[in-house]
């Protein structure tokens, strides 16, 4: 078993669509939450970024934790064409370990 | 500010064949990591250089070495490509190991082993 795992779509919506994109861990350890956006042919960049469990908001996007359910999700509202990208999670105690990246895609 | 800056971009290379992939970061950063993207494998850390003077392996270090030259340069050497080392690779850097601060990627370089 991965120790996270990501679901890796591809998924399609239309412009101004929800979108939840998901990631499950198996290490308790893991108290560093992050997600990060990649385009095509360019490397991540840091979307949000959340300690332990909770919600944090920036503009059209939401980061979710739940240790719990070891659990963390990525809400993006009313989205763009723009958002079209790869999402990875990531998560860390002291090295950080990336899910496989879901690809977007969000047509006008 | 180039931020991480990678060389080559692309790179075919044959069996058995050797390279360096060089990196270097102008953000005066700490800790320097290199990653390997596989299609449905995510990012796999290779090694990482948490300061100047220290390196230590991965997740996936076999068939690979790294030399971090200077704080601002890390490079990872192919002693002898094998076909399994076909992939997309990141150098990234960030201020500290500690995965408290954010972790800067570069563009990346295509390797192709045929």
């Known amino acids: 078993q991965k120790e996270v795992e990501q679901d890796p779509g591809p998924l399609s919506v239309p412009e101004g669509a929800i979108v939840s994109l998901n990631c499950t861990y198996s290490n308790s350890a893991f108290q560093y939450f992050m997600w990060y956006r990649q385009y095509s042919r360019k490397g991540p960049e840091l979307l949000m970024y959340?300690?332990?469990?909770g919600n944090k908001e920036d503009g059209r996007f939401t980061a979710q934790v739940d240790k719990s359910s070891k659990y963390i999700s990525l809400f993006i509202r009313d989205s763009q064409p723009s958002d079209s990208a790869t999402y990875l999670c990531a998560m860390s105690d002291n090295d950080m370990r990336f899910g496989a990246g879901t690809r977007l895609t969000v047509k006008p | 500010n180039a931020g991480v800056t990678q060389t080559p971009k692309f790179q075919v290379l044959k069996t058995g064949q050797s390279m360096t992939l060089q990196c270097a970061q102008d953000m005066n950063h700490n800790s320097m990591y290199w990653y390997r993207q596989d299609p449905g494998m995510g990012l796999r850390l290779i090694y990482y250089?948490?300061?100047?003077?220290?390196?230590d392996k991965g997740e996936v270090p076999n068939g690979y070495n790294v030399s971090r030259l200077n704080k601002r340069e890390f490079s990872l050497r192919l002693e002898s490509a094998a076909p399994s080392q076909t992939s997309v690779y990141f150098c990234?850097?960030?201020?500290?190991?500690?995965?408290?601060?954010?972790?800067?990627f570069g563009q990346g370089t295509r390797l192709t082993v045929v």
């Open positions: 990234a850097s960030s201020e500290w190991r500690a995965v408290r601060t954010e972790a800067f």
């Open positions: 250089s948490a300061s100047e003077g220290t390196t």
């Open positions: 959340t300690y332990s469990s």
